[in-house]
């Protein structure tokens, strides 16, 4: 019974990590539509303090989350799955931080005839993030829906490089060589590694449900 309890602490806690990466990630999605109606400097700073807020705040539950289960006698093998689970997790925040922050300190400008394929890119991303956190809170009890999951992961990053690609092709096809159209290629491939790191822990998951089904 105590070792239940323990695991219950522990999922409570993965529970509220994922809320908070989600929470990150409305942030961002948000924060890049004001960004494309409005892009003011001073918008976008608060903007950026709000992602890093929310990507700040799931650092330290993942965080407590490690110290509880290092302090709750878990089986190695299930503290090993769950700590990589978190650390694969973790990137996807981290790189939602960092679009914003590059368009703060690189001053991206979106063009106009591109916001709206570029927010379409955004809600994918997302909805990609969306099913991962799907697939990870399932781990803990329906190992069959956490592996569908994981195939609307991987149908979302297929989407989402389709996105990029047809998108810098039409910015390149405008034959605008100033230094902006680069960095808004490089603002494009930020996003989409968003999709990308969620795949990865695609892969985790799948893999955690394969040991466990043996």
Not at 126 to 149: G, I, P, Q
Not at 163 to 182: G, H, P, Q, R
Request: proline share 1%; aromatic share 8%.
């Amino acid at each position: 019974m105590l070792f239940v309890n323990k695991q219950k602490e522990i999922q409570s806690q993965i529970s509220e990590y994922c809320a908070s990466v989600l929470e990150c990630m409305d942030s961002f999605q948000e924060a890049v539509k004001q960004y494309c109606d409005n892009s003011d400097r001073k918008a976008v700073k608060a903007s950026f303090a709000q992602v890093h807020k929310a990507e700040s705040k799931a650092d330290d539950i993942r965080r407590e989350i490690e110290v509880l289960m290092y302090s709750k006698s878990l089986f190695p093998e299930s503290r090993g799955d769950i700590m990589g689970l978190l650390e694969t997790m973790d990137r996807v925040p981290n790189q939602a931080e960092s679009a914003i922050r590059m368009i703060w300190n690189q001053y991206v400008t979106i063009p106009e005839q591109h916001s709206s394929e570029l927010l379409n890119l955004v809600d994918v991303c997302c909805r990609a993030a969306y099913a991962m956190v799907d697939a990870a809170e399932k781990l803990f009890s329906d190992f069959t829906n956490a592996a569908v999951a994981v195939g609307k992961i991987d149908e979302l990053e297929s989407e989402g490089d389709r996105i990029e690609a047809s998108l810098i092709e039409k910015v390149f096809s405008e034959k605008n060589d100033s230094i902006s159209t680069i960095v808004f290629r490089d603002f494009i491939k930020c996003v989409v590694q968003i999709s990308d790191r969620a795949e990865n822990v695609g892969d985790r998951i799948r893999i955690i449900v394969a040991k466990r089904s043996i």
